[in-house]
């Protein structure tokens, strides 16, 4: 399910989920804000494991709140500030890594595909890679202009 990090989800979204297993919700919109705290203010996916009547909580980050996150925002209040241009920098090695933790859920064969998935992602965000525009890295890869390591 998708939660706001940082924050307890309403409990009448949980109810639903974790009523007929007999869990609290509250008790699991706690657990669900511990884990998230670091992704303050981004919306993230979390995976709820059940066994034994004991949840565990574990965090599924898409690639728009990687690149979020990796924009270094300060946290902003969601119910006051709408709209938001998200227009930093953000360097081609950040791009990389968040490609490389993307990989087990890309459909691209190799790493630089799933780095060009990554920079679209950027490019829908609004950001910029090494002050260019993700269109023009996208383009320099295809070109050999720049070479990504699959190591």
Known sequence: MRAVGGEIGSAATLAPKVGPLGLSPKKIGEDI???TLDWKGLKVTVKLLIQNRQA???????????????????????????????DGNI????????????????????LANGVKEILGTAHS??????????????????SGEITIPEK
């Open 91 to 110: 360097e081609l090695d950040e791009i990389i890594e968040i490609a490389r933790v993307m990989r087990p859920r890309s459909f691209s064969k190799t």
């Open 56 to 86: 565990k909580v574990e965090l599924v980050p898409s690639a728009s709140s990687m690149v979020m996150k990796a924009l270094k925002e300060p946290p902003r209040d969601r119910k006051k500030d709408k709209d938001i241009k998200h």
């Open 33 to 35: 804000k511990a884990a």
């Open 125 to 142: 965000i609004g950001c910029t890679i090494n002050n260019e525009h993700p269109q023009d890295i996208m383009g320099k890869i295809d």
